[in-house]
């Protein structure tokens, strides 16, 4: 079975950085998308990036492009999400989602999601 567990979160203050950490178990397939998404009080949930498993392909959202970048390790078993330049419009319950597949799906094709992790933004 298929398990997702985000940490990293926390407080920073505008123009900090976080790291976001997503262990991913129970995946047997190589070809695999690990999505990154974020949920604001309010607000729907909206997706921040993409990597595959086979090759590192990344995909970003416009809101974070060149601010954030996902990478994994070398196993394939943590993604990362490292967030600079946070600003006042990030904070959120970031998710790490996975499946089989690539990163053009659209997030409800996702069937396994962690629990998030807060990140909080303020001065």
């Known amino acids: 079975q298929v398990h997702n567990v985000e940490s990293g979160g926390g407080l920073v203050q505008p123009g900090g950085s976080l790291r976001l950490s997503c262990a991913v178990a129970?995946?047997?397939?190589?070809?695999?998308?690990i999505g990154w998404f974020r949920q604001a009080p309010g607000k729907e949930r909206e997706a921040v990036s993409c990597i595959s498993s086979s090759d590192g392909y990344t995909v970003y959202a416009d809101a974070v492009k060149g601010r954030f970048t996902t990478s994994r390790d070398n196993a394939g078993n943590t993604v990362y999400l490292q967030m600079n330049r946070l600003k006042f419009e990030d904070p959120a319950v970031y998710y790490c989602a996975t499946d089989i597949g690539d990163c053009g799906r659209p997030q409800t094709e996702y069937r396994h999601w962690g629990q998030g992790t807060q990140v909080t933004v303020s001065s």
């Open positions: 129970g995946v047997t397939s190589y070809y695999y998308a």
